[in-house]
């Protein structure tokens, strides 16, 4: 009888995030697509302190103990399984099983200024410990690979893996119109926070609707973020803060139908472990203008509109 390899992967954020963005989408759709897979070459089972869906397999808390310190460890340690994935910055101490760790950006180090300082302190700590500890390192671009060799010199870079993301997340969904949308309109997906550069995109719109005359709106879908008191201020200062339209979280339906509609796409980050949001704009036939940060390289479809990529 063939035994089939169980990968146990911490699922926390699945629980505790209701509006997924960036990391979060990451884990479901590798959630989603160990579901989908047929062959079961290796089966991989989602972890989290309680389950709110049926695939999750809940290891309660102990205590008020920390669960990835205590709860976590004394489960894998019973032997079910032959690899652990830490799909969000983080290994699990006291394990004596292979372990993977997925480092999606740098930017607590790169761009310290832009993260809270209770993330900032959190990731100093268990990213250190992570690369040091995992037999392989997921990175989803070069950029975030070159990051990791320069930040953590020790690293042996034949422990990296590039893996790039897939803009396919979308493709099976039907895009809904939201109430209300703007005509025409520019459009950024994202959270709200310093590392998006968002003050610069205000900036750079004014001058398009005050000097250009374009008729255009901007839309801004995320979550409300942090650090973005200056930003809000400066919306709130805009002669035509009218056509600046801060629509916050939306479903998956409503971010498709933006894409397939924005007469413009705009990333104007200062830095991006990958920049997916670029690829799903692609994907969905709008022309992209994306600020150069150098982990890109992204492959326009072979069929479609083809949308221009300015870096």
Known sequence: ?????????????????KELAGVGQYIQELVTASQRDTTESVRLVPL????????????????????????????????????????????????????????????????????????????RRVVRYAVGRAEC???PSTEVKADVLRYFPAVDGSRI?????????LRQKAAVEPSAAPQ??????????PRKNLEFLLQAFSILVNRFKVPHHLVLVG?????????????????????????GYQDDRAVLWYYQHAALYVMPSHYEGFGLPVMEAIASGVPT??????????????SGPKPSLIC
């Open 48 to 123: 989290s302190f309680t389950a709110h869906h049926s695939s999750i397999i809940a290891v309660p808390r102990i205590g008020r103990l920390p669960w990835q310190s205590v709860a976590l460890p004394l489960h894998l340690r019973q032997g079910r399984y032959q690899v652990f994935h830490g799909p969000a910055f983080s290994l699990p101490p006291f394990v004596n099983i292979p372990a993977v760790v997925t480092i999606h950006d740098l930017t607590y180090l790169r761009f310290e200024e832009t993260v809270n300082d209770d993330t900032r302190k959190y990731l």
């Open 184 to 193: 025409p309109f520019l459009l950024h997906v994202g959270t709200i926070e």
């Open 137 to 139: 390192i997921i990175v």
């Open 1 to 17: 009888m063939t035994v089939i390899p169980q990968v146990a992967i911490d699922v926390r954020i699945l629980t505790v995030q």
């Open 289 to 302: 203008v994306m600020r150069e940060f150098g982990c890109l390289n992204p492959r326009i479809p072979n």
């Open 223 to 247: 979550g409300g973020g942090w650090k973005n008191q200056t930003f809000h201020a400066r919306v709130q200062e805009m002669k035509a803060r009218d056509r600046v339209h801060l629509v």
């Open 161 to 169: 893996r590039v893996i790039a993301l897939g803009s396919d997340r």
